[in-house]
């Protein structure tokens, strides 16, 4: 089968292929919005499931699409990516000094079936100074990351204290799941 990576991120592309996997990258826009009454956990995999559903027309009967979402949950609200350098600011301190939850929601499919999943990641970052978040910010743009950082990034480094779970899915694609999903689709 032909792996199809329906997304634009460039960590997800990198985690694929360091996976050892060849891959072609598709992608369509999708509407991002979900039900208000949806539980926060869950909205990962039903806007993974959303962008499965907008590729699903592209496929070929030998390919398998590969589709994935992340949100940072704290304090029971969502983080998505931030729409500018304040909202950037805005969410570094929600998290400063705090835990969150990352999930990462993947849909697997082809044409005649699919499959969707998550992973859960515990995050603590220690308290974060005004300059910390205002150099970060500044220096490495986070505008496409929910929660406003990357865990492979400066703010990972010098940030995060304590980790529990998957750390390639606070980066977006949760490489061991995965790799268990695409094995029993081979």
Known sequence: MK???????PRRAE????????????????????PESLAAEEVAGFISKQKATALLPSLHSNEILICADTVVIVDGNILGKPLNSWDAQQMLQRLSGKKHKVITGVTVATLFKSSTFSETTLVEFAPLSESEIH???????????????????????????????????????????????LKKWE
Do not use: C
């Open 15 to 34: 985690l694929l292929g360091q996976m050892g996997r060849t891959f072609e990258i598709r992608v369509a826009n999708t509407n991002e919005h979900f």
């Open 135 to 181: 150099f970060y910010i500044e220096r490495y743009q986070p505008f496409d990351k929910a929660g406003a950082y990357g865990i492979q990034e400066w703010m990972g480094m010098i940030g995060i204290t304590t980790i529990q779970g998957s750390y390639t899915n606070v980066m977006g694609l949760p490489t061991q799941k995965l790799y268990q999903e």
């Open 3 to 9: 792996i199809i990576l329906g997304s634009a991120s």
